[in-house]
């Protein structure tokens, strides 16, 4: 379907917070995001009632394979096609999805095929839909509020989880699986229409250029310039005329081009190394990590509990300062501190002494990961062509979203053998290798979010 285009010097300029196009986008994230925390619950409650234990840990891992092995092509996908049509087009496909999946288990009752199929589905459209999400921003306001919109999306996310986990226990709970999944299915179908409302703003001639006449030269090699002179016989002079000549190209060339662009950027690259360290340092002792904690010193469900709380309220105070403040001078110091201030945090947790003196240093941890996911976002976002933003985020996410988790049963099987204070220990020592680049890249080191 065709955008609604943004006239230059209009909404780009509102800031963020104020631009109701970009408040209708974060109503449809956070809408997007509760019906994804509904359906996890209600696959999770299905898959347990429908199978063994074994079968439904199958169940629930299906997602991951696809989201992994696709989520590169995503990224191209959404740069070529435009991340505004390519989010429309997941959560619709994702919507019609859950909700036929509703109406099966509905009419025959639990089984663990449609909860696989479904499962796959989700993992699929994901790989397209968390790059064209990371591009989209930089289509609906200006490089100046990127970074606020980058802590407006985290707030956003927050809520989403606070909101869409016990709903979807409520749901199952009083309606069984159908009815959850159903709920998911709604919430989702309303970002559709907020997303179709959305105005974009066309890239400029320059991010054209870089996104297509440009992966024609650098990957095959193809002069896309061409310069003839021509003889002006009334005057006697020459005049040279340069005209630009875009390359057909190719998905696997367009993707060999942004993984070049990302590899060659001075900030990009050494960026998405520092995230990669701190993301495969922060996953484990957050997930299964906490969980063995929690069991080694008898802290019960509740109490493992009140640690994600504390964790979340951290990462929401970091969100809600960067929304606040719009920007963070010294951006790229700031994501180095924090990142390494973080990381002795989460060596600390598995030494704390009870529940409580946990809750506040895993505050302390939702804070500092918080701050630096957000600020190491937000200079992804604004120094990323947006002609390149889909295929940016795609790798970004692969390594969160794909590697990451692959560590957790390592983890698990390392804290089984050596428990849980050496575990954590390596995993911060990991964490803080990522800051470590960060402040010693000097490109990075003085990166700044722009005003």
């Known amino acids: 379907m065709p955008a609604k285009l943004i006239a230059p010097g209009t909404a780009t300029d509102r800031a963020a ?34 199978g063994s234990p074994a079968q439904a840990g199958l169940v629930m891992s299906v997602s991951a394979l696809p989201r992994a092995v696709l989520m590169l092509g995503g990224g191209v996908v959404a740069d070529r096609f435009g991340p505004r049509r390519v989010v429309i087009g997941s959560d619709a496909v994702r919507c019609v999805a859950v909700l036929a999946v509703a109406a099966l288990l509905f009419l025959t009752g639990l089984g663990l095929w449609p909860l ?7 993992g699929t459209v994901d790989a397209v839909f968390v790059p064209a999400v990371g591009a989209l921003p930089a289509r609906i ?45 709604l919430l989702i ?11 974009v703003r066309e890239l400029p001639p320059d991010d054209r ?39 057909p190209t190719t998905a696997w060339r367009d993707l060999v081009t942004g993984l070049r662009y990302i590899r ?22 957050l997930n299964v990590g906490l969980t063995l904690l929690a069991d080694e010193r008898g802290w019960a469900a509740s109490g493992m509990g009140w640690v994600l709380a504390g964790f ?46 946990a809750v506040g240093v895993a505050l302390l941890i939702g804070l500092l ?21 889909g295929r940016v985020t795609a790798v970004s996410s692969l390594v969160s979203l794909g590697f990451a988790p692959l560590s957790m049963p390592l983890s698990a099987a390392a804290i089984g053998a050596w428990g849980t204070g050496p575990v954590f220990v390596v995993s911060a020592v990991v964490c803080g290798l990522g800051g470590g680049i960060a402040l010693g890249v000097r490109e990075l080191r003085r990166a700044e979010l722009p005003h």
């Open 17 to 50: 917070h104020r631009d109701p196009n970009v408040l209708r986008w974060l109503g449809a994230y956070a809408a997007s995001m509760a019906g994804d925390g509904v359906y996890y619950v209600a696959l999770s409650w299905a898959a347990v009632q429908a």
């Open 116 to 122: 696989a199929a479904l499962a796959l589905v989700f």
């Open 141 to 185: 306001t200006g490089r100046g509020q990127l970074a606020r919109v980058q802590g407006m999306r985290g707030l956003a996310y927050r809520f989403a989880v606070i909101f869409g986990a016990p709903l979807g226990g409520l749901a199952v709970a009083f309606g069984g699986a159908a009815t959850a999944f159903g709920l998911a299915g």
């Open 189 to 199: 179908a309303i970002s559709v229409p907020l997303l179709i409302s959305l105005r």
């Open 209 to 247: 250029a870089a996104g297509a006449t440009a992966v024609g030269t650098m990957a095959a090699g193809t002069p896309t310039t061409e310069t003839r002179t021509t003889e002006t016989r009334t005057t006697e002079t020459r005049t040279t005329e340069t005209r630009t000549t875009e390359t």
């Open 264 to 285: 060659r950027h001075r900030v990009l690259a050494p960026l998405m190394l520092a995230t990669a360290l701190g993301d495969l340092g922060f996953v484990a002792p």
């Open 312 to 357: 979340g309220v951290g990462a929401g105070i970091a969100s809600m300062t960067l929304t606040v403040r719009g920007r963070l001078p010294y951006a790229g110091r700031v994501a180095g501190y924090s990142i390494i201030a973080g990381s002795v945090a989460i060596g600390a947790l598995a030494y704390v002494p009870g529940v409580l003196a």
């Open 369 to 389: 990961a918080g701050l630096s996911g957000a600020v190491c976002g937000a200079l992804l976002q604004t120094h990323s062509d947006p002609a390149y933003l």
